[in-house]
């Protein structure tokens, strides 16, 4: 008997999976998406990588990223150092792919912020003004 | 000084005031929002990780995407807006509300037919939970190390403990993780966890992280900077247990040990608080007891989901509109939790007079419950009822109540579990 916390949405369902059964026992969840989320959990178990990037602008810092999609809950620390590596030098825009296959996931790298937006900065009259570092 | 008029001014751009000033301006009120920061979505902007939006979208967006899409309404609506603006001081006069705008510019004189308080929680901080020790650098909130880590990108920590389980602790405490700090463990002095069930599975079990309830953090160790905690067992009083005392070397102190709602503005304008949310008292619209002074988001209560943040902004926007439109008489049943089982339950007061039939009540159980029926009484009668799988006092549950089926002589309403299903549910 497998004890696992479901991830999908805050209810946070606690789901009983027992394995030595076919099929599977799978009892718990409020709704049809606990069965597919134990089902994987506890064959191939996925984790959407949500992160920052480095960026060359002097102004905004890090940008907003995440993996597309989910990977491997394995391959999560290698999607990291990829993503570390990683420096948006021009003005991405949410959803922008900033990596098109990160570590052979098969899955993009987005950005989940406007790049131009985190840099505008404008005075009360709506003038674009020089943020200070 | 400049003195302008408006309808409805909204205090703060995060998901609850963007939201109402959206409403309010659809509503045909003229609006204005009103932002400290120098850019729009609130705490949103730090929060990277993913999981907002679930209710509202239908999609688990991260706190950034779930912020844009606001702004992006905002910007379509053609609202105003003013950004890096303060509000000094705050009074009311007559009918009115003054705001003192502290700007590039100068000052500006706000006089506001209606005012929506928009202005979000605060961390408790170290100062607020007493640690023995000295005051070394290293001892911050979570969300000063978010702000660190996602918006600088310094990490402030390379070895650290988490005093606390609230749900920001647990989302730095995989961060931080993933950014190469080495997380020793999350302290809780209770004996459940405040946060989410599902962050404890995704953000601790996933990278090993351990949680330890009933332990805290008794003493932090180093002048300039951190160099150790001692952390100890605590009994039901939360009174360290002596001889359980650990010694845990660490450069840097997290803490997560709740929210509180920001309401300096609310109080300015003679808005009576309620000691258990530590927020406004309100009706169903978020009118407080002062006359078109309207609350939403985190500065009404603490809430878990963005998505009902901004689901109570568009109901104060909304309301706020109709009452510069000439909305004025008010019907209020206090709402009485029943707090042996509640810790809290909000709106305090429905407004009968209002003229939407319905009204979201949102409520927190005292204690860990199995399947419990929670209802909504009116004299004799049943006004509203939902049987929860379990009750857990960190997750808010809301339950809709039909005004149109509360009789007219009632003059207040009870919320409580119904205890004689709960023993026919568990047979």
């Known amino acids: ?133 | 000084m400049i003195v302008r008029n408006v309808d409805v001014a909204v205090l703060g751009a995060g998901p609850a005031g963007m939201a109402a000033a959206l409403a309010a301006a659809r509503g045909g009120a003229d609006t204005v929002l009103i932002e400290r920061e120098s850019h729009l979505g609130g705490i949103l902007k730090q929060c990277v990780h993913d999981g907002f939006g679930l209710v509202r979208f239908g999609e688990k967006l991260s706190g950034p995407e779930y912020a844009g899409r606001f702004v992006r309404m905002v910007r379509e609506a053609g609202l105003a807006v003013l950004t890096s603006t303060f509000v000094a001081e705050a009074c009311r006069d007559g009918d009115e509300s003054i705001l003192m705008l502290v700007d590039r510019r100068g000052v500006t004189e706000l006089h506001a037919k209606a005012v929506v308080l928009a202005t979000g929680c605060r961390e408790r901080s170290a100062r607020q939970v007493m640690i023995q020790g000295t005051r070394p650098a290293g001892v911050m909130t979570a969300g000063a190390a978010q702000y660190y880590v996602n918006v600088l990108g310094y990490l402030p920590t390379t070895r650290c403990v988490i005093l606390g389980s609230g749900d920001i602790g647990l989302i730095m405490a995989r961060r931080l993780t993933l950014e190469g700090a080495e997380v020793l463990g999350v302290f809780e002095a209770k004996s459940i966890p405040s946060g989410l069930s599902r962050n404890i599975a995704q953000c601790l079990d996933d990278f090993g992280i351990e949680l330890h309830l009933s332990r805290t953090v008794t003493r932090i160790f180093g002048d300039d900077r951190v160099e150790a905690v001692e952390t100890a067992a605590v009994d039901e009083k939360m009174r360290p247990v002596a001889g359980t005392e650990e010694r845990l070397s660490c450069d840097g102190v997290i803490l997560s040990v709740g929210l509180i709602p920001e309401n300096e503005v609310a109080e300015a304008l003679d808005v009576p608080i309620d000691p258990a949310t530590r927020g406004p008292l309100m009706d169903q619209n978020g009118q407080t007891q002062v006359l078109g002074v309207f609350v939403c988001g985190n500065a009404s209560h603490v809430n878990d989901l963005v998505d009902y943040v901004s689901e109570s902004g568009e109901r104060a926007g909304a309301a706020a509109a109709a009452f510069v439109a000439g909305r004025r008489t008010r019907r209020l049943l206090p709402v009485i939790a029943d707090s042996t089982v509640l810790l809290y339950a909000v709106p305090q007061f429905v407004d009968m007079d209002a003229p939407e039939s319905g009204a979201v009540v949102y409520f927190r159980s005292r204690e860990e419950l199995g399947v419990t029926v929670v209802q909504v009484t009116a004299g004799g009668e049943t006004v509203a009822r939902h049987r929860y799988q379990h009750l857990r006092p960190p997750e808010m549950e809301r339950l809709e109540i039909d005004l149109s089926r509360i009789p007219f002589d009632i003059t207040f309403l009870n919320i409580g579990t119904e205890s004689v299903a709960v023993a026919e549910v568990k047979s």
Not at chain 1, 5 to 27: A, K, L, M, R
Not at chain 1, 43 to 66: I, Y
Request: aromatic content about 2%.
């Open chain 1, 1 to 133: 008997m497998r004890k696992l916390t479901c991830i999908v949405c805050p209810s946070g369902c606690s789901i009983n999976v027992n394995q030595d059964v076919d099929p599977w026992s799978i009892v718990g969840n409020l709704c049809p998406r606990g069965i597919d989320f134990a089902r994987k959990e506890l064959t191939n178990p996925t984790r959407t990588v949500c992160s920052t990037a480095r960026t060359s602008f002097a102004t905004v810092r890090r940008l907003p990223v995440r993996t597309r999609g989910e990977v491997p809950l394995a391959s999560v620390r290698s999607v990291m150092s990829e993503i570390s590596r990683l420096i948006v030098d021009r003005e991405a825009r949410t959803g922008d792919t900033l990596i098109e296959d990160v570590v052979g996931t098969g899955v993009a790298v987005v950005a989940t912020a406007d790049l131009a937006d985190l840099m505008e900065e404008e005075d009360c009259d709506g003038r674009p003004i020089c943020s200070g570092d």
